[in-house]
């Protein structure tokens, strides 16, 4: 059995403003690095970290990566960057020190990354990119992700690729910029165990092409994914615990489920020993207390490791159900008060009958000539009033006669009152002048 090899590529910060910086791929890198290195976790024997590589180092660490590797070895590569086309629609992956405008000169072409991956002595090739294509210079996006697919095939490498054409830059605040892409938190998820369906201790590559492929679509409509994973590379176990065989360790687990390390949101911004340290208190079983010991070194670490499938597929139901809930709860609140109305000291608004004789049924709620103005807020019973003068208002003009019976009947509401808003009782004095001289009052606008 050969080892498994890593190297772990993260370019975030381009010489050339006319090519976006990135604001996750240092963080996706390095932790991805760390989770491969832990022995309890991901088990890589030689783990490598280039980030911001400048063309030429990005081509040297490809050719003496694959020089270094022997046949029976695993190699992952993992590339974060920036994709771009040039002028006839060819891919390249820019170094650091690359301009948009000299592709072919100063950047490798994504059909020589495949080249040298395909010549390697070591057989067993997988390429994870998270690739980003913010300036396409109207090239099809769709020819450009079948390229990659081409390439895949052509050298007989495992392709787990994600394709997405917007990015939050490097250069927002630190506040408003995601930790992690979406492949780099479902790759950390899916080495901390999520990935792990026959709970071996061990991440296959044809589960892992199943897990990405379900995250990037449930979580993401931007992100397109772009895979090639032959039917004879499924096999192949891309991460394995060291302490698999350790027998102690497999009784423990064969009677204690295993629970994923979880943090929560709110301590995204404490280390992560802080964090451990603070559930310490929590029982955790090996498996979580072998991921938690694998990240420790890791500051900052945002995202849970090794959600539960079984729990991601219960989410969804749980919160139809409680939306359900909260439906029911509101449909019977708003029935009761149907039914058993609080009794209101409100007067009933004024009436008109048949002969436009108009008058007020029930006998409004006295306030008292001297209650502040708070008091008057609080009862309200001149609205009736209001109401009454706007639909006289907008009556005025179309139906004279109608709008009369408004304007007395609001008169009739407020000779109940002993108190009413100082604007409105000159309104009401200014109506009944009006009405004294057999004219339809003219009044401004209610308020």
């Not at 199943?210 to 891309?238: K, Q, T």
Request: charged share 25%; aromatic share 4%.
């Amino acid at each position: 059995m050969g080892r498994r090899v890593a190297l772990v590529i993260g370019t975030a910060h381009y010489k050339d403003e006319r090519i976006d910086n990135l604001g996750t791929s240092h963080s996706d890198a390095r932790e991805l690095a760390s989770c491969l290195r832990a022995p309890q976790i991901g088990g890589f024997a030689d783990v490598r970290e280039l980030l911001d590589p400048s063309d030429q180092e990005l081509r040297g660490a490809l050719l003496e990566f694959g020089g270094d590797s022997s046949r029976d070895d695993l190699r992952l590569i993992f590339f974060s960057g920036q994709v771009m086309p040039d002028a006839d629609g060819d891919l390249y992956l820019p170094g650091a020190d690359a301009t948009a405008s000299e592709l072919p000169r100063n950047s490798m072409s994504a059909e020589k990354l495949f080249e040298i991956l395909g010549d390697c002595t070591c057989p067993r090739s997988l390429l994870v990119a998270d690739l980003c294509a913010t300036r396409l210079d109207g090239a099809e996006p769709r020819e450009l992700r079948r390229q990659l697919a081409d390439y895949a095939k052509t050298a007989d490498v495992s392709l787990l690729g994600v394709w997405r054409e917007i990015e939050i830059g490097a250069d927002f605040p630190e506040a408003l910029r995601p930790r992690h892409s979406l492949l780099g938190r479902a790759l950390l998820d899916a080495f901390g165990g999520g990935a792990d369906v026959a709970g071996k201790r061990q991440v296959m590559l044809g589960d892992l092409s199943d897990y990405l492929e379900r995250r990037i679509a449930d979580e993401s409509m931007e992100h397109v994914a772009v895979f090639n994973v032959p039917a004879s590379h499924c096999g192949w176990a891309v991460s394995a615990s060291e302490n698999k065989s350790d027998v102690s360790m497999l009784a423990q687990l064969s009677t204690v489920p295993a629970r994923p390390l979880a943090i929560d949101e709110a301590s995204r911004s404490a280390p992560t020993t802080a964090v451990i340290n603070q559930l310490e208190t929590v029982p955790a079983s090996p498996r979580a207390r072998a991921v938690s010991d694998g990240f420790s070194s890791i500051p900052n670490l945002e995202h849970s490791i090794a959600a539960a499938p079984a729990v991601s597929r219960a989410l969804p139901i749980l919160a139809a159900v409680g939306m359900a809930l909260a439906l029911l709860g509101l449909y019977l609140v708003e029935s009761t008060l149907q039914i058993s109305p609080v009794p209101s000291t409100r007067p009933a608004e004024p009436q008109v009958d048949s002969t436009g004789k108009e008058g007020v049924v029930a006998t409004p709620a006295k306030v008292p000539a001297t209650a502040p103005a708070a008091q008057l807020s609080q009862a309200p019973d001149w609205l009736a009033v209001s109401r009454l003068l706007k639909q006289a208002d907008s009556l005025s003009q179309v139906d004279p006669a109608e709008a009369e019976k408004r304007y007395r009947a609001a008169l009739t509401a407020a000779d109940a009152l002993e108190l009413l808003p100082e604007e409105m009782t000159q309104r009401l004095d200014a109506a009944r002048s009006s009405l004294a001289e057999g004219k339809i009052p003219s009044l401004p606008r209610t308020p």
